[in-house]
T-cell receptor, first 112, second 113 residues
Framework: GENVEQHPSTLSVQEGDSAVIKCTYSDSASNYFPWYKQELGKRPQLIIDIRSNVGEKKDQRIAVTLNKTAKHFSLHITETQPEDSAVYFCAASVHNNNDMRFGAGTRLTVKP | EAQVTQNPRYLITVTGKKLTVTCSQNMNHEYMSWYRQDPGLGLRQIYYSMNVEVTDKGDVPEGYKVSRKEKRNFPLILESPSPNQTSLYFC????????????FGPGTRLTVT
């Protein structure tokens, strides 16, 4: 089955700096890669996703890149703000399989 | 308001006492799923359902049961809870499969003593 590894487990940056979180997956058939943000005491919410037919996707300060050959994908947050502080989860899902595998999470702290 | 609801939100129980956590969505979603969240392990999928009467095991199904008799409801059943099932549980739903945005419920914090 699919295995998703996420690094780093914790990340601390200064406000205005960039943050990068990386994930690797094991199943080459995986074709959908979402990122979820979970604020303290709240439910996870989707912030961006990418499918295997594209290499990069951007939404304002957030971008995700996918390298299918190396089987890794990354979340990039630019111009970080204190409200970006949260736990971020990557995940991988195989179409027609419908299994969703999440990474262990990255706790991002943005210091003002 | 489009939402996923779970009940109860908090539950403390004893080993072996059967319990059910309910999950309901009002978005007419076909796909529903249960996850447990434990520190350092992220979200692990317990069971998912593609539609009414169609359920499949996720990554950690042992000790859990589910049913999908109606499209909007997807209850999680613990027939004989054990302390290692102490966790934060999330129900989620999405449009038609696991390859679309999942909308999560507010979570149920379960403690088994």
């Amino acid at each position: 089955g699919e295995n998703v590894e996420q690094h780093p487990s914790t990340l601390s940056v200064q406000e205005g700096d960039s943050a990068v979180i990386k994930c690797t997956y094991s199943d080459s058939a995986s074709n959908y890669f979402p990122w979820y943000k979970q604020e303290l005491g709240k439910r996870p919410q989707l912030i961006i996703d990418i499918r295997s037919n594209v290499g990069e996707k951007k939404d304002q300060r957030i971008a995700v890149t996918l390298n299918k050959t190396a089987k890794h994908f990354s979340l990039h947050i630019t111009e970080t703000q204190p409200e970006d502080s949260a736990v971020y989860f990557c995940a991988a899902s195989v179409h027609n399989n419908n299994d969703m595998r999440f990474g262990a999470g990255t706790r991002l702290t943005v210091k003002p | 308001e489009a939402q996923v609801t779970q009940n109860p939100r908090y539950l403390i129980t004893v080993t072996g006492k059967k319990l059910t956590v309910t999950c309901s969505q009002n978005m007419n979603h076909e796909y529903m799923s249960w996850y447990r969240q434990d520190p350092g392990l992220g979200l692990r999928q317990i069971y998912y359902s593609m539609n009414v009467e169609v359920t499949d095991k996720g990554d950690v199904p042992e000790g859990y049961k589910v049913s999908r008799k109606e499209k909007r409801n997807f209850p999680l059943i613990l027939e004989s809870p054990s302390p290692n099932q102490t966790s934060l549980y999330f129900c989620a739903s999405s449009f038609s499969s696991g390859t679309y945005e999942q909308y999560f419920g507010p979570g149920t914090r379960l403690t088994v003593t």
